[in-house]
C-alpha cells in the first residue's frame, strides 16, 4: 500500500504542477490582453475563449486530487466534530467511496466527451477554432485522479492507517 501510495502522491503532484501553470498562463495572457487593450486599443484574439474553456478547466479538475489530499475542500464540520472518532472515520469512509462513485461517472462522460470530440473533430464556436477535445481532457484526468485518492483514503482509514488515526483532528496537527 505505501508504494502504490508514493506513486500516486507523484502522480497527484505532477498535476497540481500542471494546474499551476495553468493559473500562470492565465495570469499572464489576462495581464498581456489587458495591456493590449490599453496600449494598442485590441484585445488579444481567443484570450477569453482560452482561459475559459482550457485554462480554467484544467486548474480545476488537474487540482482536485490534491485538494482533497490536504483536507482542504469545504466541509461543514459544525456536527461531525461532535460525532466519536469511531463513527467520524465510518462517516467518512461512507462519502470516500460514495464520493469516488460520483466522479467515476463524472470522470467516464469526460471520456466519452473527449474521444466524440477529438473523433468529430469538435471545435469551440468563436474568433479561433480551437479542438475542444483538449478542453475535455482534463475532466476525466482530474476526475481519475480524484477517485484514486478518494479510494486510497477510504482504504486507509478503513485499515486505521487514516489521517485522524493519530491524532485528533480538532487539534490542528493535520495541517501542513
Given amino acids: 500500500m505505501d508504494f502504490i501510495e ?12 500542471l ?18 487593450r490599453y496600449l494598442l486599443k485590441q484585445s488579444i484574439i481567443g484570450a477569453y475563449e482560452t482561459i475559459e474553456l482550457y485554462l480554467m478547466v484544467a486548474l480545476v479538475f ?9 483536507d482542504g475542500h469545504i466541509r461543514l464540520d459544525i456536527l461531525f466534530d461532535r460525532f466519536p472518532k469511531r463513527v467520524q472515520d465510518v462517516l467518512n469512509i461512507i462519502y470516500y467511496v460514495f464520493a469516488a462513485v460520483m466522479f467515476f461517472f463524472i470522470g467516464l462522460k ?20 480551437l479542438p475542444l477535445w483538449l478542453s475535455y481532457i482534463w475532466i476525466p484526468i482530474g476526475s481519475f485522479l480524484l477517485v484514486i485518492r478518494l479510494i486510497l483514503l477510504a482504504l ?21
Fill in 62 to 70: 488537474l487540482s482536485m486530487s490534491f485538494v482533497q489530499k490536504i
Fill in 110 to 129: 469526460g471520456s466519452n466527451m473527449t474521444l466524440e470530440a477529438l473523433q468529430f473533430n469538435y471545435v469551440a464556436a468563436g474568433l479561433i477554432n
Fill in 156 to 176: 486507509l482509514l478503513a485499515i486505521g492507517k487514516g489521517k485522524y488515526s493519530e491524532t485528533d483532528p480538532s487539534d490542528g496537527s493535520e495541517m501542513l
Fill in 6 to 17: 508514493k506513486w500516486f502522491d507523484k502522480l497527484e503532484f505532477l498535476s497540481l504542477r
Fill in 19 to 36: 494546474s499551476q501553470v495553468a493559473v500562470v498562463i492565465m495570469m499572464l495572457l489576462t495581464t498581456a490582453d489587458a495591456i493590449s
